[in-house]
């Protein structure tokens, strides 16, 4: 104590304090460069496991899975080799023929309706006078005409639709074709340099009798690709 009536902290007090104080100090230190570390570690992981991106001016379809692909769904296979523009010609021609047989397949049932009840003797069915032009009516002197109308209109429409289904199926068959020869073709590696080479060559015949004559003087043709 002093004069003044003061206390006055002795040495040992005074160290205590500072000791705690770098130690604090210290632990604040190492948790900032621990939360460093572990957010440049967490960084690092991020960057291994990311993947790279593909580069697409080098990729080349597997022919195969283009195939596989075209087999199960109908564009898929071009969509696969990156041909987008080959889709409404695909798409067209299936919509195409889909209205084609549906087109054919319901003329073909009204005019077998309509030859069906032309060729019977009820008076209640007549589906055929739909198909007459405005003011015919069909009598027993032309009845017979119209039968024959009716079953030729009946057997071309029939025809058409199952020519319709074969070019459904041939659009089907084209597509995956198109989508195994194009992912095929893009894996040749076909290089600019165009040349070709002409050089005169001693061409052997064998074949001949005479030893003299057994080799000939002709031109080589060589083309690089």
């Keep these: 104590m002093s004069g003044n009536g003061r206390i006055m902290p002795n040495d040992t007090t005074i160290t205590a304090a500072n000791d705690k104080q770098i130690s604090d100090t210290i632990n604040k230190v190492v948790s900032a460069a621990d939360s460093v ?26 022919a195969k899975r283009a195939m596989w692909l075209a087999i199960v ?3 898929a296979g071009q ?5 987008y523009w080959k889709l409404p ?8 023929c889909l209205y084609a047989i ?12 309509a030859y069906m009840d032309i060729m019977d003797n009820d008076p209640n069915s007549q589906s055929y006078n739909q198909f007459l032009h405005l003011g015919n009516t069909i009598t027993e002197e032309n009845k017979e005409q119209y039968q024959n ?9 029939r025809r058409y639709r ?20 194009d ?43």
């Design 37 to 62: 570390s572990m957010k440049m570690l967490s960084a690092n992981d991020s960057v291994k496991n990311k993947k790279p991106k593909r580069d697409w001016s080098t990729w080349r379809p597997n």
């Design 73 to 75: 769904i109908p564009g």
């Design 79 to 83: 969509i696969y080799n990156r041909k």
């Design 89 to 96: 010609i695909v798409y067209g021609g299936f919509l195409g």
């Design 102 to 113: 549906r087109w054919n397949n319901q003329m073909y049932h009204d005019y077998s309706q």
């Design 149 to 157: 109308l009716f079953k030729k209109r009946k057997d071309f429409y």
């Design 162 to 181: 199952d020519l319709s289904i074969f070019c459904l199926i041939g659009v089907y068959a084209l597509s995956v074709i198109d989508a195994y020869v």
């Design 183 to 225: 992912a095929s073709l893009s894996e040749f590696d076909i290089s600019k340099d165009l040349s070709m080479k002409v050089e005169p060559t001693i061409i052997n015949n064998k074949s001949s009798l005479n030893p003299l004559k057994s080799s000939s003087l002709g031109l080589q043709c060589a083309i690089k690709f």
